[in-house]
């Protein structure tokens, strides 16, 4: 099983950028699609981005589609979050998140679906 923790987190202005990484320690971080989750004060965990085990797929939620950018490199067992254009509606604590997936075309979209989740990271977009 793989341990997660990330990084890249802070304050930025709205409008500006951040880049999350979430580095996986084990040997079998391919065997994992991976995702991204944020959960702002007072809300539910939502879905932000995810990507299939081979980095061919990816998929995004409704709010961030355009402006974020998922990848990953499994020779360093990292995957990132590129966030540009960022607005006050994207402030919450952040987490990656590790899904045994069967193939490796899946992305999983849906937070039961993964097993493994690092600790979160803070974002705050201020006005």
């Known amino acids: 099983q793989v341990q997660l923790v990330e990084s890249g987190g802070g304050l930025v202005q709205a409008g500006g950028s951040l880049r999350l990484s979430c580095a996986a320690s084990?040997?079998?971080?391919?065997?994992?699609?991976m995702g991204w989750f944020r959960q702002a004060p007072g809300q539910e965990r939502d879905f932000v981005a995810g990507?299939?085990?081979?980095?061919?797929?990816?998929m995004y939620g409704a709010s961030v589609k355009g402006r974020f950018t998922i990848s990953r490199d499994n020779t360093e067992n990292t995957v990132y979050l590129q966030m540009n254009n960022l607005n006050p509606e994207d402030t919450g604590v952040y987490s990656c998140?590790?899904?045994?997936?069967?193939?490796?075309?899946?992305?999983?979209?849906?937070?039961?679906?993964?097993?493994?989740w690092g600790q979160g990271t803070q974002v705050t977009v201020s006005s």
């Open positions: 998140a590790a899904s045994r997936a069967s193939t490796i075309t899946v992305v999983p979209n849906n937070l039961n679906q993964y097993a493994t």
């Open positions: 990507i299939s085990r081979n980095g061919g797929n990816t």
């Open positions: 084990g040997r079998t971080f391919s065997s994992y699609a």
